[in-house]
């Protein structure tokens, strides 16, 4: 299937992906840029390779992001790599992206005829949109508030930590007709892997028990448990 890639909100290339190792959730194909890669991008990818303590702070803060054609944003557990290499300027590009969930694969990578992201009610978001989201729940979870505590710094307990606090998240889709707007969650040792949140848009830390979640074991429970009855209720 073909994607963008993305650095922040800017487009750094296009590529259309094929599997390389399903069990490793390893997806790669060729990779071209556009001129914000060459202006912005390329030398931290040439010094990336030739350095013998790779610097992964500064990687990772490039914020890549990876969006299907279909509109679901790919989450890289095992990270992005660029092959893209100085002393080969005129060697065709390669971008591999490591431990995605086996669901994108399945459903979306390896059919000829790749099934939708999402049905309406619910609908794809944009890299614009996946941005504000993600920024708007850390407001509401108080996350860089807490982190800076001084009763914190003490290891005292935070007892109105929300459910998500310690964990990584990233916007996937939303619910057209309200603010609900499901995530990509990890944590180590948790079973849950996606968290639909009602954003409620105020801008800062919200009160006990919110912003309101909802848990689900993966994309499959996800879908039969709300999407597919939110689609029954829209469509009749």
């Not at 994607?3 to 599997?19: D, P, R």
């Not at 509109?71 to 893209?84: L, N, R, T, W």
């Not at 998240?169 to 949140?197: P, Y």
Request: proline share 4%; glycine share 6%; charged share 30%.
């Amino acid at each position: 299937m073909k994607a963008q890639i993305f650095s922040h909100e800017k487009l750094i290339g296009t590529t259309k992906l094929q599997v390389g190792d399903e069990s490793m959730g390893h997806v790669y194909g060729e990779f071209f840029p556009t001129e914000i890669y060459y202006n912005d991008i390329q030398q931290a990818v040439w010094e990336f390779w030739v350095s013998n303590k790779p610097d992964y702070s500064k990687w990772d803060s490039f914020k890549w992001n990876v969006q299907l054609d279909n509109g679901c944003f790919i989450s890289a557990m095992g990270g992005f790599e660029f092959g893209d290499f100085q002393e080969f300027p005129d060697e065709p590009k390669r971008i591999d992206i490591a431990g995605i969930d086996r669901y994108i694969i399945q459903d979306f990578i390896l059919l000829e005829e790749p099934k939708p992201f999402v049905e309406e009610p619910w609908g794809a978001i944009s890299i614009e949109q996946k941005k504000s989201f993600e920024e708007e729940l850390q407001k509401e979870l108080g996350t860089e508030i807490n982190k800076k505590s001084f009763f914190n710094l003490f290891g005292k307990a935070n007892h109105d930590k929300h459910v998500l606090s310690d964990f990584e998240m990233m916007a996937l889709c939303r619910d057209q007709r309200s603010d609900d707007v499901l995530f990509r969650i990890n944590k180590q040792g948790f079973d849950k892997q996606f968290a639909m949140v009602h954003l409620t848009w105020r801008g800062y830390k919200e009160d006990e028990g919110y912003p309101k979640v909802q848990l689900y074991k993966d994309y499959d429970d996800f879908k039969y448990s709300r999407m597919y009855p939110d689609k029954a209720d829209w469509e009749h």
